[in-house]
C-alpha cells in the first residue's frame, strides 16, 4: 500500500462492451458472472498501474491522494456467502484525507467496540438474548432490571405529570379485532400465525393501538373528555427475518413506550406542541442533547382529507419550530394513514439513533368509527396521535449501554454503592452501614470476602459502580467511609450521613456524565 | 312454606332398588334420567307430608326445626343447562336455626352484590373484560390503572426490601423450551396452540418459571451467590371454558406476582419462614388480616426424593407455627412436583378467598439440571420454590373492590381528592389549588363544570373520592379549604398545607379503613 501510495499511480476509467470485458477479465471467473448480472451492455473499468477491476466509481485521480489509510482486517468469505462455493480472501481498509480523520475513526470504531452493548451487557449481567428457546426474544437479569425499573419509574412519573393516563392491556386479541383495524390486511407479515381458543383465531399483538381504542369505545366521550393521552408500556411481538436480529437493538419481543392521544381538531397544535416539548425533556433527561427531526408527509396513496393532512402537517412544522429543532422533510414519506415526525438523536460517539416516533393515524378512528360529542351535541371524529419517545425499552436500553458505556449515572446505576472492607474486622460496621443505605433508598452491596482490597476495588471498577465505600481501621473508629467516585476519583473520608445527602441530591438531580 | 313448617312435617329416610325407584318415580322423566346416572343398585328417598324426592340426606328431623326461611327467587332454568331442552321453574331458598341467622346471611348477600366488583368497575370505570374480541382478557381503565400502578409500585418496593430481584422476561418461547420444562405433557390443556414463526412453534406462556430458570443457567452459581429470589409481575395466559369466566376472578389472561426461590438445602426453612412472614405482611399492608394456611403433602405418584419432601414439608410446618397460624392439612394433597402452603384470606363480608401460593417444585431443578457449586467445589441441586403473594393482579383487584366496596384508602385511590366550587369566581384560585396539590404528589381532580354544588357532591360520592375540598368565597379570602371526608364527613376549613400534610400522611401510613 505504501509503495503504491508513494507511486501516486492514477486512477483510468474507460468503459468496454459485456463481451470485451469477459474477454479481457477471462481468467477471472467470479467476474465473469458478475459481468453476466450487470445491466444494460457497457461496463465500466477503472485502472491504477497494471491493477484492473470493475467499478462504476467515481475514484480519486491518483493513489497520491490517499493521505491516511488502515488495512483492518482480513477474513476469509465464501463466494457469495454461500458455505458450498470456494473462500475467497476479504482484505479490509479505510483511507481518508488526512491522518487526524483517519485516528478519529479508528478511535470511534474502538470506542463503539468496547461500547458494544452485547459485550457490556455480559459484563455486566444486564440482559441475555434466547437463542435455542427464542432468537430475539430477551431476558432481563437482575441488574438490567434494575435499570428498567428505574427507567420505567421515571417514564410513569414523567407521565403522569404532563397529563397522561396509563392503561394496560392483553397481549393477544381475536382476529376480529385484528380485521377491523386492518393489521391483517396490511401489516400481516409481522405477524406471527394465530392461535386457537375455542375455534378461534387469536394473535399476539404487534401493536397496542387497536386495545386503547377497545377502553375509548366502552363508554360515549364528550369534547369535554378531550384530550385523552393514554399511555402504555406495551410488550408487542413483531417478526424479524433471523438474520437481521442483533441484541437488543433488533428484537422480535419489545416493550413500547406507547401512548395515543386522542383530540378535538382544535387540540392538535398545542398537542403535538406539548408532545415534542415532552420529548425533548425525556431525551435530556437520559443525557442526549443533539435531537434532529425528519419530518414526513403524505404520500400519492392516503386515506384521510386533505384538511386534515394539512392541519396535522402544521401543527408537526409549527412544533418543531418553535424548539427551534434542526429538521428535515421527507415530502411524500408518511405512511398511508398520516404524517409523522420522527427523532433521531445522537449518542456520545456521534452516532445517529432513530428514537422517537409522532404519528397521526385518520385510519383507525374511521375503521373503529371513534366519536366524541361536540359542543354542538353532534358526533365528530376525533384527531389519534400515536407516539413512542423511548421507542422501545429494549433498543432504548441498547443505546443507553452504548451511550454510556456501561457507566451510568447514579440514578440509574443497579450498584450505587459497593461496600468494601480492608480486614474482617469492619464486618460488621460495614453490614450495619449497608442496612443504612439501603434504608435511605440506595442500591448498595457489600464486598466482605476475604480478598485484597485491590482485587476487590478492581471488579468494582470493571462493574463500573459509581461509589466505592472503602472501610478501614480509621473509617470504624471515625464513623466515616473513605469515598471513591468512578468519575471524580479519591474523595476522602466522608460522615456516613454526609455521603447519604450527596448521593441523594445526585439521584434527585438526575446528574449525568457521559 | 309456612303451613308446612307449622306442621312439623317428619322427614322419612327409606331405601328402594333403582327399579322400585323407576316405579315410584314413573311419571317424572327427569327424575328417571338421574336415576339411571346413580351408582350402585339402592337409591335412598326422602318423605314428608306427601312430597318425597331422591335425596341422599340428612335431614332435619321434622319441618318444624326450620325456625327462619327466605324464598330467594323463582328462576326459569333449562333441563341440563341445554337450550335445546324443556325450561324446568327452579325455586331458590335459604333456611337457619334462627332470625338473627337468616338476617345476617341477608345482609351479606345484599352486601356481596352491592360490592360485586363487575358492577363496581363499570360505576367508577375501573376495567372491562373483552367480549367480542377476546373474552376473559381485561382492559384497565385509567382510573384502575392508577390503583394497579400503585399495588405495583408498592410491591416492587417491599420486594426489593426483602431481598428480591426483579426480572422480566419474554410472553413467548419455543416448544423446545416447553418440552424440557415438561409443560408441554403435564399442562398441554391450560395452554393455547402454538405459533408458527420460521418453521418453529411457539406457545404463549401459562408460567414464568422456565424463563427464570433460562437466566439462571446463564451463568455458573456458588453458594455464596444463594439465595436468589427472583420476581417478576408476569403475564401469563391460560386456557378456561368460556362458560367459568367471570369478571377479574376467573380470566384468560392474568399478572402473576410471581418469584422464585432459588437456595441451597440449609437455606430452606429460614426462606420459607421469610417467604410467610412476607406474605403476611403484604396481605396487611392491604387490609386483610384474617388469613388460614392449608398444607399439601406429598401424593402418592411424586417426583423427587422423600428426604427432600421431608425437609420441604417441615420447612413449611415450622414456619405456619412461627407464625401461629391457623393451618389445615391436606394430607396427600400436593402437586406431584412438591408440597405446598396456600393462604386463604377473609376479606370485609368475611368471605374466604384463596389467594397466596409457596409452591416447592422438585421437578424444575431436575429437568433443566440446574446446579450451584458448594462450598466442597462440589456441583448440587439447588431447592427451587415458586411464589405468588398476591396470586394474579386482576383477581387480587376484583377482590379488593369487593373489600373496600371502591372505597379505595387514600393511598390506593386513583382519585384522592376531587375540589369542588361553588360558583365560578374560585375557578383561578382552584385551579392553583390543583397545582399546589399535584406538585405535592396527590392525586386531585376540578370539577369547574357550572352545576349545583350538591349535584357535585353527590356524583363525588358515587366516585367515592376520599376527599372533597369545597370552595367558596370565604375559602378564597381565607386561603383555606372545606374538607369534607368519605370516612369522617365534614372537617371544616383547613389550611392547604394543613390538608396536605394530613394526605401525606394517611398515604404514608397507608392506613385502610374498611
Redesign the interface.
Known amino acids: 500500500m505504501a509503495e503504491i501510495v508513494k507511486a501516486k499511480l492514477p486512477f483510468e476509467k474507460s468503459e468496454m462492451s459485456k463481451s470485451e470485458a469477459k474477454k479481457f477479465f477471462k481468467s477471472a471467473k467470479y467476474k465473469l458472472e458478475i459481468i453476466d448480472e450487470l445491466e444494460g451492455d457497457v461496463v465500466t473499468i477503472y485502472k491504477h498501474g497494471d491493477f484492473a477491476d470493475l467499478c462504476r466509481g467515481p475514484h480519486i485521480k491518483n493513489t497520491g491522494e490517499i493521505k491516511a489509510f488502515k488495512l483492518l482486517k482480513v477474513a476469509g468469505a465464501y463466494w457469495r456467502g454461500d458455505a458450498k462455493n470456494q473462500m475467497l480472501q476479504r482484505i479490509y481498509g479505510t483511507a481518508f484525507a488526512d491522518k487526524k480523520a483517519l485516528e478519529d475513526y479508528l478511535k470511534l470504531i474502538e470506542e463503539a467496540e468496547k461500547r458494544d452493548h452485547r459485550v457490556i451487557g455480559t459484563q455486566l449481567?444486564l440482559f441475555?438474548t434466547?437463542e435455542?428457546?427464542?432468537a430475539g426474544?430477551?431476558?432481563?437479569?437482575?441488574k438490567g432490571?434494575?435499570i428498567?425499573?428505574a427507567i420505567e419509574?421515571f417514564w410513569?412519573e414523567q407521565h403522569y405529570?404532563n397529563g397522561y393516563?396509563?392503561?394496560?392491556?392483553?397481549?393477544?386479541?381475536?382476529s376480529?379485532?385484528w380485521d377491523t383495524s386492518g393489521h391483517l390486511s396490511f401489516y400481516k407479515d409481522s405477524m406471527?400465525?394465530?392461535?386457537?381458543?375455542?375455534g378461534q383465531d387469536?394473535y399476539?399483538k404487534p401493536m397496542n393501538c387497536?386495545?386503547h381504542i377497545?377502553?375509548y369505545q366502552?363508554?360515549v366521550h364528550s369534547y369535554r373528555d378531550l384530550p385523552l393521552r393514554?399511555a402504555e408500556l406495551g410488550?408487542v411481538?413483531r417478526?424479524e427475518k433471523?438474520g437481521v436480529l442483533m441484541g437488543l437493538l433488533r428484537v422480535?419481543?419489545f416493550?413500547q413506550d406507547d401512548a395515543h392521544i386522542i383530540c378535538t381538531p382544535d387540540q392538535v397544535s398545542s398537542e403535538i406542541k406539548e408532545v415534542l416539548r415532552f420529548s425533548l425533556s425525556m431525551w435530556k433527561a437520559f443525557g442526549f442533547t443533539d435531537v434532529k427531526a425528519y419530518l414526513a408527509t403524505r404520500p400519492e396513496k392516503a386515506v384521510g382529507e386533505e384538511a386534515q393532512w394539512d392541519r396535522a402537517i402544521s401543527a408537526l412544522k409549527d412544533a418543531v419550530e418553535q424548539e427551534k429543532l434542526a429538521y428535515e422533510l421527507d415530502e411524500g414519506g408518511g405512511a398511508f394513514y398520516g404524517p409523522k415526525i420522527d427523532l433521531k438523536v445522537k449518542d456520545a460517539l456521534g452516532r445517529e439513533w432513530q428514537m422517537t416516533t409522532i404519528q397521526f393515524d385518520f385510519n383507525l378512528p374511521e375503521r373503529f368509527d371513534m366519536n366524541f360529542i361536540g359542543s354542538d351535541g353532534k358526533k365528530q371524529r376525533p384527531y389519534m396521535v400515536h407516539r413512542a419517545l423511548l421507542g422501545s425499552l429494549e433498543r432504548f436500553f441498547g443505546v443507553l449501554i452504548e451511550h454510556y458505556g456501561g457507566a451510568f449515572p447514579l440514578w440509574l446505576a443497579p450498584v450505587q454503592a459497593k461496600i468494601l472492607i480492608i480486614s474482617d474486622a469492619q464486618a460488621e460496621y460495614a453490614k450495619k452501614l449497608m442496612s443504612k443505605l439501603?434504608e435511605s433508598g440506595l442500591r448498595a452491596e457489600l464486598d466482605d470476602r476475604s480478598e485484597k482490597l485491590g482485587l476487590k476495588i478492581r471488579e468494582a471498577q470493571l462493574q463500573k459502580v459509581p461509589y466505592m465505600l472503602i472501610i478501614g481501621a480509621k473509617e470504624v473508629e471515625a464513623s466515616s467511609v473513605a469515598v471513591r467516585s468512578r468519575n471524580k476519583g479519591d474523595l476522602g473520608a466522608m460522615e456516613i450521613e454526609k455521603f447519604i445527602e450527596m448521593a441523594r441530591e445526585e439521584i434527585r438531580s438526575r446528574k449525568s456524565e457521559v
Open positions: 449481567d441475555s434466547m435455542e428457546y427464542g426474544l430477551v431476558l432481563w437479569h437482575p432490571a434494575r428498567r425499573d419509574t410513569k405529570k393516563d396509563i392503561l394496560y392491556t392483553p397481549h393477544i386479541g381475536r376480529t379485532l406471527y400465525s394465530s392461535m386457537d381458543i375455542d387469536y399476539i387497536p386495545f377497545q377502553i366502552k363508554t393514554w410488550t411481538y417478526y433471523s422480535r419481543g416493550t439501603r
